[in-house]
């Protein structure tokens, strides 16, 4: 039975989230449940994010804004690179796909992703750096493809790239989804069809979190979603998990997965260099 997250449309962090953390144990996402990779817990640390509205703030998301360009311009700032098991699932052609753990390295200046796909596909690797091999990622399947077969590049947007996935490789990563969230926020703004709860007080994989949960009660074409949630980490004051839901199809219905992105294990500031996004590394595609 879907239960019905708090309606109020609030600008103000909330003490008391009874509504919101039976929505979080309705919702939390699998993936994250029992995952042993998870960065180490920590004990409940105070949110550092301000939602209070300003004078000039009208709509609940303006706040939500002001601090999603904070997160913005912290990751700009401080976060340089960084490891992590990605989780994901995704509804491609109204099905929704399989859970994907890939884990992955990422570097900001000039982006560069690695990734090696743990569960399905194992051992698949894909490479990508931006300005290089023309703009083409690189990418090794693994199984029996991967004795026969070299690396081969494609386009990060074509067909065989985009196989499986909802966006390409050029728009993964922590700094894409704070990016992607805030151009939705953007288009959100211009109705007043919205109600946001926030949650200073929340838990993800053990981590101390912010929960920013935005919901659109009625469905309108301008919506990419009904409710879609951010967890903000209170420590690393990165976004580690991202889902979306859409309408049910019936009333008091469980409201269907869109998408889920969950950043497990994460380790900010590698010290990465150019060597780690090499395709004559020979740690990567190995055969």
């Known amino acids: 039975m879907w239960t019905q997250p708090a309606t109020q449309q609030t600008r103000k962090q909330f003490s008391t989230v009874s509504c919101i953390s039976a929505l979080c144990l309705l919702l939390m996402p699998q993936a994250v449940s029992g995952q042993a990779t998870e960065v180490a817990p920590v ?11 300003r004078s000039d703030e009208k709509h609940p998301l303006q706040p939500v804004m002001h601090v999603m360009r904070g997160v913005l311009d912290h990751i700009d700032q401080q976060v340089h690179d960084y490891s992590c098991t990605l989780i994901k699932r995704e509804r491609l052609d109204d099905e929704l796909g399989e859970r994907q753990h890939i884990f992955m390295k990422v570097r900001q200046q000039p ?9 399905p596909h194992k051992d698949r690797e894909v490479l990508y750096v931006a300005g290089m091999n023309d703009g083409d990622l690189i990418a090794l399947d693994g199984g029996w493809k991967r004795k026969i077969m070299a690396p ?6 074509g067909m065989l790239a985009m196989s499986g996935q909802k966006y390409p490789i050029t728009r993964v990563g922590m700094r894409n989804l704070c990016e992607e969230y805030l151009k939705t926020l953007e288009e959100d703004i211009q109705y007043s ?10 838990r993800i994989g053990g981590r101390s979190a912010t929960l920013i949960q935005v919901m659109h009660p009625t469905p309108r074409k301008a919506f990419r ?17 991202f889902d979306a839901f859409l309408w049910p199809a019936e009333a008091n219905g469980t409201p269907p997965l869109e998408e889920s992105y969950t950043y497990t294990n994460l380790k900010i500031n590698q010290g990465f260099t150019s060597k780690d996004f ?3 590394n020979p740690d990567i595609f190995k055969q």
């Open 43 to 53: 004990k409940h640390l105070k949110s550092p994010f301000d939602f209070a509205a």
């Open 111 to 119: 982006f560069s992703v690695y990734m090696h796909f743990l569960q």
């Open 152 to 157: 081969v590049s494609l386009d990060p947007e």
């Open 193 to 202: 069809e919205c109600e946001v709860d926030i949650n200073p007080n929340s």
């Open 225 to 241: 979603s009904h409710i879609s949630r951010i967890f903000l980490d209170n420590e690393l004051r990165v976004p580690v998990h």
């Open 278 to 280: 090499d395709k004559e």
